[in-house]
């Protein structure tokens, strides 16, 4: 689990790669990779999302992980341990997904939104919290003074522009989608989390 959080905590930014094709993926993944990204998260809704971590772990450089998010049941957590993703993310609180999980020894990030979900999910490990738009950073901020040594990833309708407001409110790295498939968005993004360290 350490492993993808320093990860994380370093690259700032999770991307979350939501796509019609696993080649689309596949591509999307490479340029991340390309960028300097060391873990990407493909989503169980990208059409025959086992080819596209297959060929993004390929793709990937050593020491870059590939997993699979939108995780919902042990079913499905399963069948991505056996596709070879390195790390599951369920968007809501998913006891057999966690199950399936620590039975393969892979890192799970748990979906969570109330302060009680959190907290429960927090006392294994890192958090995805999820719709995390709905609350704003300003949420995230009070998560935070109830959980200080929480690792929080929020993900969920963040624009790139709103990611340095988010590592202000605490978390742990950023989730953002569709943003960072955006023409400059690798440039724009170093840009903006240059301007963030240097403001911190």
């Given at each position: ?92 609180p998913a006891a057999d997904v966690r199950a399936v999980a620590d039975s393969a020894g892979l890192p799970f990030l748990q979906g969570a939104f109330t302060p009680g979900e959190v907290a429960a999910a927090a006392a294994h490990g890192p958090v995805k919290v999820f719709p995390a ?68």
């Open positions: 689990m350490s492993g993808v959080i320093e990860l994380l905590r370093r690259q700032r930014v999770l991307p979350v790669l939501r796509l019609p094709s696993p080649a689309a993926a596949t591509t999307a993944a490479t340029a991340m990779f390309a960028n300097g990204m060391r873990v990407v998260e493909v989503t169980a809704t990208t059409p025959d999302w086992a080819t596209a971590v297959r060929d993004a772990r390929r793709e990937a450089p050593d020491g870059a992980l590939v997993g699979l998010g939108t995780v919902t049941s042990g079913a499905l957590a399963a069948q991505a341990v056996e596709a070879g993703a390195q790390f599951l993310v369920s968007p809501w738009h709905v609350g704003g950073p300003s949420f995230l901020v009070s998560l935070r003074q109830l959980l200080p040594g929480a690792d929080l990833v929020p993900t969920g309708g963040i624009a790139l522009e709103a990611v340095p407001d988010w590592l202000r409110a605490g978390a742990c790295a950023v989730g953002v989608g569709s943003d960072l498939l955006r023409p400059g968005a690798a440039d724009r993004l170093r840009s903006l989390l240059r301007a963030f360290e240097e403001t911190s």
